[in-house]
């Protein structure tokens, strides 16, 4: 994705676009991101969105105006949060490599912890008095290692893990808005992770987290740490998700064995059976991640590129081509490319008809830059 930038920033004015864009009905990070490609800036992808629409066959998609993307800036400003974009330098880089990286982080406290290497320790929510205490003493050594840890903020081994590592500095990913603090219980532990480290979201300010929102949660713990040490987690858990998401990331997976009576140990013990490393001390994840901290990361593209190269000509695309390639989709995720060569059509002129589609509701791009019909 590109972005053209002052210095390492965005500007102002391409702030509010990015914002625009990102909260606009039926656009995802996965979209987002084919869009800036497509079009080369946000404000030439939110001139076009309306018009793919309707040709997919919605005529309302709401897209926010300026002055509603100013006044959450504002709003967020007032309480200490910025937006960070993918683009800019102090957005988390290992996050940056997934291909559903959120295009905008709503950041409140330290920016700069963000770039640093990090480990996430998630687990179960009714946590045992020794999952929480080691969950605490692996936080606190990994802390003194060098690693920011990620988590949830949720209750058990999440907070457990923020708690200890507040001198070191810890990351808690939020499921709802900046103001929106789940459970309102932490409101105090969120506060006192600012100081040396930071919370963050994609979510709108206001936005009251629903059940949904956590496995979104999730991808995010996940991509921005090297891995994710999972401590207790029964066999049906959020916390299992995120070391999912975390191997679909080619992150590592570590798991802390625990007692096969223990319903809280059952997720945990899968995980080793399946090959995730096992855990006792904060010694064998630094030994597993090492050797990863000395390999360069991945470069991802970021900037808008020159203004010429926008894909006009795929805005042109016949109905005839329309049908074809629509008629080519269904439930079982395909890829770009093998759509284009079935239909006889430029990667470009395929683009778009996704884009009509999935802003008209029909699509959902997958992992892998597959799509599919809902």
């Known amino acids: 994705m590109t972005e053209e930038r002052h210095g390492n920033r965005l500007s102002d004015t391409q702030r509010i676009d990015w914002l625009r864009l990102i909260r606009a009905e039926n656009i995802g990070p996965r979209t987002f991101r084919a869009l800036i490609n497509e079009f080369g800036t946000a404000a030439r992808a939110l001139e076009r969105v309306a018009v793919l629409a309707r040709r997919g066959g919605r005529g309302d998609l709401r897209i926010p105006d300026r002055d509603e993307a100013a006044i959450e800036i504002d709003a967020a400003a007032k309480i200490g949060v910025r937006f960070v974009a993918i683009a800019e330098d102090e957005y988390p880089p290992r996050l940056r490599e997934t291909d559903d990286a959120p295009p905008l982080l709503a950041v409140r406290g330290q920016t700069s912890v963000l770039t640093r290497p990090a480990i996430a320790l998630v687990g179960s929510r009714n946590a045992s008095a020794a999952g ?79 059940a949904r929102d956590f496995p979104r949660r999730n991808r995010i713990i996940a991509g921005m740490a090297l891995g994710v040490v999972v401590v207790e987690a029964a066999e049906r858990s959020g916390s299992l998700i995120t ?20 319903p809280r140990a059952g997720g945990t013990n899968r995980l080793l059976k399946e090959g995730a490393t096992l855990v ?95």
Request: hydrophobic content about 45%.
């Open 243 to 262: 070391a999912r998401m975390a191997n679909e990331a080619g992150r590592e997976v570590f798991a802390v064995p625990g007692s096969p009576i223990d």
């Open 132 to 210: 929480s205490r080691l969950a605490s003493i692996l936080a606190r050594d990994l802390g003194e290692a060098g690693f920011m840890i990620v988590s949830g903020l949720a209750r058990g081994i999440d907070a457990a893990s923020h708690r200890a590592s507040l001198e070191a500095g810890t990351i808690a990913v939020l499921a709802g808005g900046q103001d929106k603090i789940y459970p309102a219980e932490h409101t105090e532990l969120a506060e006192a992770i600012l100081d040396r480290g930071a919370a963050v979201s994609e979510m709108p300010m206001g936005w009251e987290p629903r």
């Open 280 to 374: 006792t001390s904060a010694a064998d994840v630094v030994e597993v991640l090492t050797p990863i901290l000395g390999h360069s990361v991945r470069p991802t593209s970021a900037r808008e590129p020159d203004l010429g190269q926008l894909a006009s000509e795929a805005m042109q695309t016949d109905d005839a081509m329309r049908t074809r390639i629509a008629d080519l989709l269904g439930p079982t995720p395909v890829s770009i490319d093998e759509l284009a060569r079935a239909a006889g059509a430029t990667a470009s002129a395929v683009q778009i008809v996704l884009f009509e589609l999935e802003l008209a509701g029909r699509l959902v791009r997958q992992g892998g830059g597959l799509v599919s019909l809902i």
